[in-house]
């Protein structure tokens, strides 16, 4: 400290010291003040509406009964709109109208038993501070040496490292016993290769590119400079299982002035005019990429905030997505209506073990 006041006085920079002699420290001086702020304790504690009239307080218990109450509403609700709204195959309106009854229900039970409790916390359990001091998590020496002699005496009494075949047969037993999960969990698996069966969507030639969820064809003069459309393969309805395949054939569709895409080769003739495709199902997750920045020409996905450049067929640039959105080749037909080149040319979506890219 001696030197620390020698160094006080003359200003080393670097030093640290506990008082300064000088009027105006130098630069490079740490002082260390001894003006700690006093603890200033709890504020005095605030009598609620409940403490101070019991009529009150009744009030609030019948408050709180009333949100639980609504929750089994909510639940109730939930059962019934799951019956009387049932989802049609192939119908996507009962499938919104199953969703939304189902959903508002469950939020209602859910959030009256939330609202319930945190009401019933702040409105009429007991309200006073605590101090919690810490404290080391380490046990004393006198709890650690008792822990040692009772795993020895557990040792001892057990023969657990004196019988070498009976430990080695039970460690080999409990090493093989998670085994038949990984079985169990293998067939988990899709029984078919997932590889074509997510490789192929609707899409193919001559498809005509619908409004999602209309199913609406659309035509090329339609789509201005700077717009975004929402599609769907037309034949969607037809399919056996519509929303299993919009999932996988979910479109994305601008315009573009086409001076602004910057298009790699064997891809030329995949935009008509500026308009471009692209999967609509994020390649990190699977969330639906559905927020277009106009002016940057970026896609957002808003799960994880990965953004596609649309100027550069979807590269990405930024956020965790690893794979540009795949591009779906699109020409128009004699009618003028867009329809797709091709399926996809390779799978959509996230990235799985088979797909090896
Ligand atoms: Fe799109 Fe994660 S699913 S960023």
Redesign the pocket.
Known sequence: MGNDHDAASTGTPGATVDRLDAAAPSSGIAVITDDTIANPGFPPYRPRVGDLDPEKERQQERRVSALFVLSVVGTVAAIVSYIVFPIIPGDMQSVRLNNLFLGLSIALALLSIGVGVVHWSKALMDGHDLVELRHGTRGSDETRAKAVEVFQLGNKESGFTRRKVIRNTLIGALVVSPLPAVVLFRDLAPAEDPVPLLKRTLWAEGVRLARDPSGTPILASDVTLGSVFQVIPENLSEAEHPLEEKAKAAVLMMRLNPDELVVSAGREDWNYDGIVAYSKI?T????P?ALYEQLTHRLL?P????QFDITREAEVIF???KRPLPQLPITVDDEGYLVARSDFTEPVGPSFWERKL
């Open positions: 994020c990190h997750v699977g969330c990429v996905c799960c994880h905030q990965s956020g965790p997505a």
